[in-house]
């Protein structure tokens, strides 16, 4: 078994549902007491946030390169960003490691395609949505039509992450304003809707629509579980 890099804390929250899935993962694969071999830096997502908000990507990238080097010394084999947001940087990351990265995103965008699914919503953070690294990754590379909120929809899919998700705060007002984008967007054509940030999964998930949802969160997760059993 291979040992799986994480590099998390962006939030903590979320990084905790990636350490449950993969070791449940683990665990369902080999049966017994087995569990995940994993190396995990969690960073102080304080400051990452202020380097988001202050345009300061720079600063960011080099901060989780650092940490990406402890992981990697760590004995990592690979390492998953356990946020989506943070692969605006990816590419700064992956050239501080000698280790390979599993893209989030391309883990997403092989799931849409063994669906057949051709144009998907996607929901994230104001700079996931807005910016091009990540939907436009998808289209480029993978030829999938990705639609975003409109701008009403944007400012409060991004208040709820970090107001609320951030910090493990749950709102039924919230999930029901969240469930109207999602509507919006399959009114538009969207044939599934990305959870493209790794917290949303905390507030929706199949239970709460008939929209077929991709949960990022589970898909790396998947993903990783999966190369750390795949054979050399």
Request: aromatic share 6%.
């Amino acid at each position: 078994m291979k040992t799986i890099g994480l590099l998390g804390g962006m939030s903590w929250e979320s990084t905790a549902l990636y350490y449950a899935a993969i070791n449940r993962g683990i665990q369902k694969a080999l049966g017994g007491h087995h569990s995940a071999k994993i190396a995990m830096v969690s960073v102080d997502f304080e400051g990452i946030k202020a380097r988001q908000y202050a345009d300061d990507w720079a600063g960011a990238a080099d901060e989780l390169a650092a940490a990406a080097r402890q992981v990697e010394a760590a004995g990592a084999d690979f390492l998953l960003i356990c946020t989506n947001t943070m692969h605006k940087v990816v590419d700064e990351i992956a050239a501080a490691i000698s280790i390979p990265v599993v893209h989030l995103a391309d883990a997403t965008a092989e799931v849409i395609r063994a669906r057949g699914i051709r144009k998907v919503g996607l929901l994230g953070t104001r700079f996931t949505m807005e910016q091009d690294f990540y939907k436009g990754r998808l289209r480029d590379r993978f030829g999938i039509d990705v639609l975003v909120p409109d701008t009403d929809g944007q400012s409060f899919v991004n208040r709820v992450i970090y107001d609320e998700l951030c910090l493990g705060a749950i709102s039924d007002v919230s999930r029901a304003g969240y469930l109207r984008v999602i509507n919006k967007l399959k009114a538009a054509g969207a044939e599934a809707v990305i959870l493209g940030c790794t917290e949303i999964t905390m507030l929706v998930g199949p239970r709460d629509t008939d929209m077929p949802l991709l949960d990022t969160t589970a898909i790396h997760a998947e993903a990783a579980v999966r190369m750390a059993l795949a054979e050399a």
